[in-house]
């Protein structure tokens, strides 16, 4: 397609060649014509006709005398004159040449004025000038869509403020809460006080979990993350981590259901690929229907190892699915960050995909949500 498109551009630019060629070549048979009329004009004596007339009625001579003024005057020099025909209808040609191809500039200013407009009419030049015209709309709807990137960039970095100042006061205000208690009773029970200082270091931890997550994703956009990679056995990966999944799959009603080759394998970095398939299961898990399986399913296809979960659940909107990855993006926007996670699991996971020159997308249809994983074979 892009061949196609780039021998299309090539014949437009040939073809407005061919016409800036063909204008000029015309113009200039026009000048060398109008050169030879004139000469014409002078040798036969029609003007010369009219200059000798001229001379007889304004100067008030007779017709030899003003014969002779015009040969001595005119005709004798002639090539001066017939030079300075040249010269002047030389000028013309280039002023009929320049106002042309100004006309083209014109048009070009137009559209660049039209290129930073807010509007989102679209640029329309000359029918000769249709690469122009393509490319300057081009450059319009990319500047309209880093515009719009730029104003959903501003939005994000709002609702990351928002994001960081409630995610991190829940188990922050929790913290604070218990340890105020236990400071204001010293005389507490034995045992209530053993369940308050489990509870508040529980809170620590998850508070702990939630920065470190929000230093990875930086991590990772920084580019400061390096994978040390080697040769991981998938299927073996899939089984110890359903394992160690389980009592959180069990709890939920969940089970998983492996389809994958014991052979295949993929150069990666496990570990790295366990916070990935760690991270959708844990999604899988929250967001399936209760006693239903999670379908796990590898295969190598078109030199690409492909991983997809497969888990029944509430269908995901279209406009919500492309949002997925986001980070700290909820589908449930009732699930705070006790229960809900800190949003980046997802955006963690794409960005080691990612990382691996693979790709991870999801769908959903029929009450199934697909999560599918590309990485290069090994």
Not at 78 to 86: D, L, P, Q, V
């Amino acid at each position: 397609m892009d061949i196609k498109l780039k021998d299309k551009e090539k014949d437009e630019y040939l073809e407005f060649q061919a016409k800036i060629m063909g204008r000029f070549c015309v113009n200039a048979i026009i000048s060398v014509a109008a050169v030879i009329m004139v000469y014409l004009f002078f040798w036969k004596r029609r003007v010369g006709d009219w200059i000798v007339w001229l001379f007889e009625h304004f100067m008030k001579i007779g017709h030899e005398q003003a014969f002779r003024l015009y040969h001595d005057f005119f005709r004798t020099y002639k090539e001066i004159f017939f030079a300075g025909a040249i010269i002047f209808i030389f000028l013309i040609l280039i002023w009929r040449l320049f106002r042309w191809m100004t006309g083209y500039f014109k048009e070009i200013n137009q559209g660049i004025d039209a290129l930073l407009s807010e509007d989102m009419m679209q640029i329309h030049l000359s029918p000769e000038m249709q690469p122009f015209e393509r490319k300057l709309n081009t450059v319009k709807k990319t500047l309209e869509d880093q515009k719009q990137e730029t104003a959903l960039a501003e939005q994000r970095k709002n609702e990351l403020v928002m994001y960081l100042a409630h995610d991190i006061r829940t188990p922050l205000t929790s913290v604070i809460g218990y340890l105020n208690l236990l400071e204001e009773e010293p005389n507490m029970p034995v045992d209530m006080r053993a369940k308050n200082v489990h509870i508040t270091l529980d809170k620590a931890y998850r508070l702990e979990e939630m920065i470190n997550e929000f230093f990875e994703i930086t991590r990772y956009n920084s580019g400061q993350i390096k994978l040390k990679k080697e040769l991981v056995d998938i299927y073996y990966l899939l089984v110890q981590l359903s394992d160690e999944l389980s009592p959180l799959l069990t709890l939920h009603g969940n089970s998983v259901v492996l389809n994958v080759d014991e052979n295949l394998t993929v150069f990666a970095d496990p570990n790295k690929l366990v916070r990935v398939f760690s991270n959708i299961l844990k999604n899988a898990a929250a967001y399936s229907y209760s006693e239903t399986e999670i379908i796990i399913s590898a295969e190598e296809a078109d030199e690409q190892v492909v991983i997809s979960f497969k888990n029944k659940g509430n269908n995901i909107p279209e406009e919500s699915l492309s949002l997925l990855f986001d980070k700290f993006y909820r589908l449930d926007k009732a699930r705070i960050s006790n229960t809900g996670g800190t949003g980046l699991g997802l955006a963690i996971a794409k960005e080691i995909i990612i990382l691996h020159g693979g790709s991870i997308h999801a769908a959903s249809e029929n009450s199934t949500v697909t999560f599918t994983i590309c990485l290069p074979c090994p």
